[in-house]
């Protein structure tokens, strides 16, 4: 009995950690003097979005050595950074995110003598309503959402989110795991405005959400190509460089913009008000707006370049990719996501409520 | 003590406290009392779902139990020169980060995966089955990951087997039927019961393999409260959920000493 028992000590530490895998937390030292920083920079950023390659490549360029951890949404990102629980130097919030982050007094004023590369953005990316004149936030990829299809598996013409939410399409269908969007595509099919976000609106969407989401199968905001990759799934609501990544290997994978109206997104670098290293985090910046570099993150994810001295060293075959380079008039009608202040709590309950199967 | 309370005390302290709080726009805790938390912890959406990991938690046991017996006691009867590697090829697999191994079934069971590969070739089915993202995955995922702490505490049991026993029932005129269920089983008792313990009491919480096995669409209470931590930033719900999965493992932890305790008098 006794040794049954300490085999169970022994192993109980082994079973409590199996439980929480993905907290893979960096701590850093007390930083040294703002002019000599110590040679270190803690990423924070979107899983599946800075190739490895690159962040190897711009530590043997400054010894700088670079700690990653990922996040698959704004609100997990926020939530950790608000918690204080990781010192992050470089954060990658989206628009939206980034509007609260500076009404919250979050972010630090980026100094633009450090950015000699910022030129290179191109100049519809440089005067984004979230942040006039890029004072906190340099964009780093734009992209889009919208519905990507096999093909091979679906028959049936898809113009917009009305024709993937049908009961033809349930237990094939895999989404976004992430309620502004979610709720975003509902607003987009009532013909609402995406940032008229208020209790009045959210009512009215609930019924189609109710109906739409209990055919989903699977929900993923790290890597929803690989369930469609796999043919788990026919159909998706996706990240558009997710979708451009399936159509470069496999053509049968259409990326359609959805006929109710998308939203541009842009994910920037921003560095957090209470970065140890925020020298380290401009090094990173200007090094991301080199042409070759932003190239070479297009190469990895197809993603909308913001960065046009980089998209003119693009192929021909990445510019036509239609998941990564829609249409110009497509892209102009678009619009980008603002910070919802309060509302934001109510889409995070009404979402948590449906997908979890309840009223 | 200080152990104890440093990492035990005062996080249980923390959970409870941000249990009664309330939240601000951004996610972060206010503290504020409201027991509304608790409240909504009694929706019947929390509790279906609730309901749903007890039973997958329940089955992963129960598979490990038929499976890992089994196994432990051919191990714990093995001539010792085999036990240490039979012993370590049960261990072999937990050098390797859960995660990878995970995702190494989601490439064997997704439709165009290697069982279905197989199964296709061999012509035993006609189009592929979906296996992955379903129930079915879910529970698999568990008893893979668990399976080795129900083994290890059954083969501690077994490894101390009394063979006199054993001889002792069948001189007696026990078939090996009965020998097993009278004598061999109530002596490894002890090892299944802390095996069932070691696989439930995790199973039920955890979040990571079956997010990534059932594809978010079936969310087991782990995948909700880890859900609140994170992307629905409301920790105060996300406390209060688990502050009352953990009440619900110390009643039943108690529960099972006390049976412990009447069963070793008896």
Redesign the interface.
């Known amino acids: 009995?006794k040794?049954?028992?300490s085999?169970?000590l022994a192993?109980?530490p082994?079973?409590?950690a199996?439980?929480g895998?993905?907290s893979t937390s960096t701590t850093a030292n007390s930083p040294s003097p703002a002019s000599t920083e110590e040679k270190k920079l803690n990423l924070y950023c979107w899983s599946e979005y800075i190739p490895q390659s690159v962040i190897d490549d711009f530590t043997k360029e400054t010894g700088i050595k670079v700690s990653v951890e990922n996040?698959?949404?704004n609100?997990?990102m926020?939530?950790?950074l608000?918690?204080g629980g990781g010192k992050y130097d470089l954060i990658q919030p989206s628009e939206y995110t980034i509007e609260?982050l500076i009404r919250?007094n979050q972010l630090l004023a980026l100094n633009p003598a450090s950015l000699s590369n910022l030129a290179n953005i191109s100049s519809e990316f440089r005067n984004m309503p979230y942040d006039a004149g890029n004072k906190f936030s340099v964009p780093y990829m734009a992209g889009f959402v919208g519905i990507c299809v096999n093909t091979d598996k679906v028959k049936t013409p898809i113009k917009g989110f009305a024709d993937v939410f049908t009961p033809a399409h349930k237990?094939r269908i895999?989404v976004l795991?992430?309620?502004r969007e979610i709720t975003s595509w509902a607003f987009a099919a009532d013909k609402l405005d995406i940032n008229d976000v208020t209790p009045e609106n959210l009512e009215k969407v609930k019924p189609m959400l109710k109906k739409w989401l209990p055919l989903?199968?699977?929900?993923?905001s790290d890597s929803p190509k690989?369930?469609l990759k796999?043919?788990?799934v026919d159909l998706g609501v996706v990240w558009s460089g997710e979708a451009a990544l399936l159509y470069k290997d496999d053509k049968k994978f259409a990326f359609v913009l959805p006929s109710e109206g998308s939203h541009l997104f842009v994910d920037s670098l921003a560095i957090p008000k209470l970065a140890a290293h925020p020298q380290n985090a401009h090094l990173f910046i200007n090094y991301i707006l080199r042409p070759e570099v932003s190239r070479k993150i297009s190469e990895a994810f197809p993603y909308y370049n913001p960065n046009s001295a980089a998209r003119a060293l693009l192929s021909a075959e990445e510019i036509s990719n239609p998941a990564s380079y829609p249409p110009a008039q497509d892209i102009t009608r678009m619009q980008t996501f603002r910070d919802?202040?309060?509302?934001?709590?109510s889409i995070?309950?009404l979402?948590?409520?449906i997908?979890?199967?309840?009223? | 003590m200080l152990w104890l309370g440093l990492f035990v005390l005062l996080p249980t302290l923390l959970l409870i406290v941000t249990s009664f709080s309330r939240r601000d726009e951004m996610g972060r805790v206010v503290y504020s009392f409201t027991s509304e938390n608790y409240i909504r912890c009694f929706d019947p959406t929390w509790l279906t779902i609730f309901g749903w990991s007890v039973l997958y938690a329940l089955l992963a046991t129960l598979i490990c139990v038929l499976v890992g017996y089994p196994a432990a006691y051919t191990i714990g009867r093995a001539n010792p020169k085999n036990r240490r590697l039979l012993l370590t090829l049960v261990m072999i697999p937990f050098w390797t980060s859960f995660l990878i191994r995970t995702y190494a079934w989601i490439s064997i069971l997704s439709q165009e995966g290697l069982a279905n590969s197989l199964l296709l070739s061999a012509h035993i089915v006609p189009t592929p089955i979906g296996m992955m993202y379903t129930p079915f995955a879910i529970v698999l995922g568990l008893v893979y990951n668990y399976l080795p702490f129900m083994i290890l505490p059954i083969y501690t049991s077994v490894e101390k087997l009394d063979n006199s026993l054993i001889e002792a029932a069948y001189d007696l005129g026990a078939g090996p039927l009965r020998a097993f269920s009278s004598v061999i089983i109530p002596l490894t008792r002890p090892g299944i019961a802390a095996g069932a313990l070691l696989v439930f009491v995790p199973a039920i919480a955890m979040y990571a393999i079956t997010t990534l096995m059932g594809g978010g669409s079936n969310p087991t209470i782990g995948e909700v409260i880890q859900n609140q931590f994170t992307r629905a930033r409301n920790q105060p719900f996300g406390a209060a959920l688990g502050v009352l999965l953990m009440l619900l493992f110390l009643v039943s932890f108690l529960l099972l000493g006390r049976k412990k305790s009447t069963a070793h008098v008896a």
Do not use: F
Not at chain 1, 216 to 220: G, P, Q, S, T
Not at chain 1, 355 to 359: D, H, L, P, S, T
């Open positions: 009995m040794t049954t028992r085999l169970i192993l109980l082994i079973a409590l199996a439980c895998p993905k996040y698959s949404s609100e997990e926020v939530t950790k608000l918690a609260a919250e237990g895999v795991d992430d309620a989903v199968k699977v929900y993923d690989t369930s796999n043919g788990d919802l202040g309060k509302q934001a709590a995070d309950e979402i948590t409520q997908k979890a199967g309840g009223k």
